[in-house]
């Protein structure tokens, strides 16, 4: 997916989110927003914003001399939910559909983004979890493709989103490979956030060798690429990876909630849906 | 009141959104856009957000070729407006407090808002006038004041309230100057907007002779700073007026509704609150 001119005011008010987590000097903050304006005229409306965002909090790090500012919120973030992971997963044994039961957790879990948002109830949003509105629910042809997977990449999202990831990770029958992001950005998970999520227990973790908020496949490394292209099946978390990667040809299923009007406009849905879909992926009539 | 950081990314929300409105061409667009991120470096944050905003509709205006990208918005609007005149009359002649009661419509008019807003509904906001809450309300000292005064100056802030405003103007028992931009800028009133919302027959319209969407003082023309001194009662309207006076040392009251949470803050009120506040301004007991 493409920047839009609306992606640039969007841009600073992230910024300067982040650099008042990582500092509370305001001339940084104001320097912080000043190199930015001088990116705007190089900002190609080609990149994916989260090419874009990669720069930006590259900025940040430089200018506060903080290169993981939301380290305590993650870690936070993991904590609370792990706390909750016993009595979800309970639910998803107990549903009926255990599969879309843990596809409902884990896209709720992507609410935990500090990119587009300011304010958001985790707690709140799963007690809501299964009433939750789909804008989009490709679930035939995913749980298809799930159940046929031996080898599957789950390209994650947010620190404690990986969490909730872990519930349907569960469900798979599959060796599953959980990819994070090379180092912090925003409140990404690393190899570091998901071992403390647990998530070595159930996956095998590596990092995509790419520091943006997404997967910029070229600047990936070549082992991610390899698995990217021969995984049987690649689900890929929240928006940062679906703008990054909803160019691609390749099979893959889209996991998230959409939290700004412009990915909501993309995607053809009212902002605030759940999305489940799956791009260049056929359902098999069996 | 100074510019703060969380108006940058606010400045090119609202460029954007004027420039779609002036033109269809997402180049001009962009250029806009990168015009403003030049200008960020320069920015001083001891200048009030009009001050910066007058900069970034002049170059708008520019890059566009339209110096009035809202003049068809504004016509609109103040025609809507003049449907519901006879009927709000109505209703404030008919109330307990008619001075109180205009003064609501005059500030629910303030929504009308193309600033710090993308959409809004002037009819629904005005059968909730009555019910809208004051997070200030210096209603005891302004009417002490209006009633003393026999040479009032209001400022007006958007096309289309200044028909709402008329109802307030028709309370005072008072020779009335009605200030208004000197150029178009985003849908602010002009001396030809105030004509067709026939202000002219309510109040002498004056222009500030100040471009910018709000009154920097030492951009007025001499003519209205010698009425800015001389009035017994100086009335303004909307944010663009507070952000631009609220430092004056003259006694003088603002009547607006809250659109921004920067400006809320700065008011120590939630943001949606109507404010009608006095400043410099004693109430004498009689």
Request: charged share 25%.
């Given at each position: 997916?493409?920047?839009?001119?609306?992606?640039i005011?969007?841009f600073?008010?992230?910024a300067?989110?982040?650099?008042?987590?990582?500092?509370?000097?305001?001339?940084t903050?104001?320097?912080?927003?000043?190199?930015?304006?001088?990116?705007?005229?190089?900002?190609?409306?080609?990149?994916?914003?989260?090419?874009?965002?990669?720069m930006?909090?590259?900025?940040?790090a430089?200018?506060?001399?903080?290169?993981?500012?939301?380290?305590h919120?993650?870690?936070?973030?993991?904590?609370?939910?792990?706390?909750?992971?016993p009595?979800?997963r309970?639910?998803?044994?107990?549903?009926?559909?255990?599969?879309?039961?843990a596809?409902?957790?884990?896209?709720?879990?992507?609410?935990?983004?500090?990119g587009?948002?300011?304010?958001f109830?985790?707690e709140?949003a799963?007690?809501?979890?299964?009433?939750?509105?789909f804008?989009?629910?490709?679930?035939?042809?995913?749980?298809?493709?799930?159940?046929?997977?031996?080898?599957?990449?789950y390209?994650?999202?947010?620190?404690?989103?990986?969490?909730?990831?872990?519930?349907?990770?569960?469900q798979?029958?599959s060796?599953?490979?959980?990819?994070?992001?090379?180092?912090p950005?925003?409140?990404?998970?690393?190899?570091?956030?998901?071992?403390?999520?647990?998530?070595?227990?159930?996956?095998?973790?590596?990092?995509s060798?790419?520091?943006?908020?997404?997967?910029?496949?070229?600047?990936?490394?070549?082992?991610?690429r390899?698995?990217?292209?021969?995984?049987?099946?690649v689900?890929a978390?929240?928006?940062?990876?679906?703008?990054?990667?909803s160019?691609?040809?390749?099979?893959?299923?889209?996991?998230?909630?959409?939290k700004?009007a412009?990915?909501?406009?993309?995607?053809?849905?009212?902002?605030?849906?759940?999305?489940?879909?799956?791009?260049?992926?056929?359902?098999?009539?069996?």
């Amino acid at each position: 997916m493409n920047s839009y001119l609306d992606c640039i005011p969007c841009f600073f008010s992230q910024a300067l989110r982040a650099a008042r987590i990582a500092t509370n000097d305001e001339a940084t903050h104001k320097r912080i927003l000043d190199r930015i304006a001088q990116m705007v005229k190089i900002i190609s409306l080609e990149d994916s914003p989260p090419k874009v965002a990669g720069m930006i909090y590259r900025i940040i790090a430089e200018e506060t001399n903080n290169p993981d500012p939301y380290k305590h919120i993650k870690r936070d973030f993991t904590r609370r939910a792990l706390d909750l992971l016993p009595s979800l997963r309970k639910q998803v044994l107990s549903s009926d559909e255990p599969m879309m039961t843990a596809i409902r957790y884990a896209i709720t879990g992507n609410i935990i983004d500090f990119g587009p948002t300011e304010s958001f109830n985790m707690e709140k949003a799963l007690d809501n979890a299964l009433l939750m509105k789909f804008g989009i629910c490709d679930y035939e042809t995913f749980r298809e493709h799930a159940l046929r997977s031996k080898k599957t990449l789950y390209i994650g999202d947010n620190a404690g989103e990986t969490v909730f990831d872990r519930l349907l990770i569960e469900q798979l029958d599959s060796d599953v490979t959980y990819a994070v992001r090379n180092n912090p950005v925003i409140n990404d998970a690393t190899i570091e956030d998901a071992r403390e999520a647990g998530l070595d227990e159930a996956a095998t973790i590596m990092s995509s060798g790419c520091d943006a908020p997404g997967i910029i496949l070229e600047e990936c490394s070549r082992d991610f690429r390899d698995e990217f292209e021969s995984a049987d099946l690649v689900i890929a978390k929240g928006q940062g990876n679906y703008e990054s990667l909803s160019d691609v040809t390749r099979p893959m299923f889209f996991l998230l909630k959409a939290k700004c009007a412009i990915i909501a406009r993309d995607l053809g849905i009212t902002n605030g849906d759940i999305v489940l879909k799956g791009i260049n992926a056929q359902q098999r009539m069996v």
